[in-house]
């Protein structure tokens, strides 16, 4: 499974609350931005990083944050369907601000 992120300090929040619960977590950014596949672990990369990857369940966490720095929409649209397609069979997408990115997807 893969955790993506649209930006480095929510993956490092995602990191904090797997490791409480003893969740093993690989974190993409500390491994130059390579993929692991040693081991059992959730792998956690930014939603930039993850092109061209594929996982079986991807989680994306953080959609509402997508766009606050003033991209264009049709560019954020684009990260997130990169994103949302590195899942070959399931994704969890979710939010916790509302913003113009996510007011697009849920319409």
């Known amino acids: 499974m893969a955790v993506l992120y649209p930006e480095h300090w ?10 409480k619960h003893d969740v093993p977590v690989d974190i993409v950014k500390e491994n130059k931005n390579r993929v692991s596949l040693k081991g059992s672990a959730v792998r956690l990369l930014s939603m930039h990083t993850a092109r061209g990857l594929e996982f ?9 944050a997508v766009g606050r720095h003033g991209e264009e929409i049709e ?8 994103a949302v397609t590195r899942a070959t069979h399931e994704v969890l997408l979710t939010y916790s601000q509302d913003s113009g990115v996510v007011r697009r997807l849920i319409a």
């Open 10 to 19: 929510i993956g490092e929040r995602f990191v904090q609350v797997l490791k």
């Open 56 to 64: 079986p369940c991807v989680g994306v966490g953080g959609l509402g």
């Open 75 to 82: 560019d954020c649209v684009r990260l997130v369907y990169v």
